[in-house]
């Protein structure tokens, strides 16, 4: 499928499935360095987010990031509500389009890294979305100047991303409620790298159908 | 003076939100401190919509303008997504801690204290409520406020110590150069409280002069009230500078004349 308006609602609608398939998953990652509500803030979110998007008008990519982005924003809570409403939002304003090309995809995923690092300052390393976000960018830039197709670009920031929230497994966190925990974070992934990646598998996974 | 600023407390609890309202509002009757405390369904947790609400609810006038507070993490990152979206600069976030820099907050802003004084208080708040206020010899400033330049009249700044009870000069002040140092007594029973205090911090700022109390820093509100100087208790006036004479003079009629309280 090319990654169009009809895709971005797609994207959407399995992102509200992954999050509440790996809600579980996502609280317990959480529980074990944060306080425990990742799982339950995103599968709230995106429930609204879907609900509002059954009843929305959109006529580009960039409409429906942008209405993903406000209820995330309200819905979420946490530290993900601002930080993934801010990723959404930015990536919103550089995909005004109906048909995402190479081009787009590659601003796509930096805006939201851009403005998650606005947001939350953390660098990668930090042990957070980030070290999902940073690497995805990088793979999207590489895919992209060596003239892959746009879901073929997505598609590599996603194995980026994947990986990326596996190895933040060994690392000490420097930001959020894991950097209190100091060497007890160490051994556990990141709940908002996890659900980086998997979000980003969502956008994959609605392409391929 | 008027009461213009506001201030919005933030936190992950409801309860936690109001508590801190209520102990601040205890030294501030006339200032407006609104709460976004937990989720919208009374959990823990930080609401974006709460915190718009809150800052609706203070942003009343043009006039008006808000200090925002919160506790940890997410409630500033929230409360810095709500101002981007609001695009409203009567409103201002500042890195403070979150109960002492409420109730500083909230007693410059009871005394008419700008956005600025009044952001200032509460980053300088951990400085200002430690132990026997500025006087400790290992008191250094807080590292850069978000709040920017901070006024004068609100650093508790470090004095020289000085040898305090030791100076009775019941007659004019003895001169050390161009310094005057004078002892006078406090009359109010309820000691150098929030009032006075606010009287002698514009009394000091008003003129040419390095003024102390006891010490401390005279144009710095919170300083003062870190004294704890009771009702009936003697203190020692030092004055330095172009404008001593004149602000010595204000202040001894104001000491002696108890504030003009009963």
Known sequence: MVL?????????????????????????????????????????????????????????????????????????????????????????????????????????IEAALEGIVARGKAEVGDKTMVDSWGPAAEAARTAAAAGAEPLDVLRAATNAATAGAVATEPLVARKGRASYLGERAVGHRDPGAESTALLLQAAVDAADE | MAVTTALVIVSHSAALATGIRDLAGQMAPDVEIAVAGGLEDGGLGTSFDLIEKALDQVLVTPEVNAVILTDLGSATLTAESVLEFRDDDRALLVDAPLVEGAVAAAVVAQTGGDQASVAAAATEAVMSFKGSGSRSANAQPPAAAQAGPVPASVLGAEQPSTASGSMEQPAAGADR????????????????????????????????????????????LLSLMGLGVPGGADVEIAADGAGAEAALAELVEQFETGFGED
């Open chain 1, 4 to 108: 169009n308006t009809t895709w971005a609602r797609r994207w959407v609608e399995l992102s509200a499935q992954t999050v509440s398939e790996h809600r579980v998953e996502l609280i317990e990652l959480d529980r074990a360095i944060g306080d425990g509500d990742h799982g339950e803030n995103l599968d709230r979110g995106f429930t609204v987010v879907l609900k509002k998007l059954g009843e929305a008008e959109v006529a580009t990519v960039g409409d429906v990031l942008k209405l993903v982005a406000t209820t995330l924003m309200s819905k979420v809570g946490g530290a993900a509500g601002p930080l993934y409403g801010t990723a959404f939002l930015r990536a919103a304003k550089v995909t005004a389009v109906e048909e995402l090309g190479s081009e787009d995809v590659v601003a796509l």
């Open chain 2, 177 to 220: 150069g161009s310094r005057i140092v004078r002892s006078v007594t406090l009359r109010n029973s309820d000691g150098l409280h929030a009032r006075p205090a606010a009287i002698v911090a514009r009394i000091a700022a008003e003129h040419d002069a390095k003024i102390t109390i006891n010490g401390v820093d005279a144009s710095s």
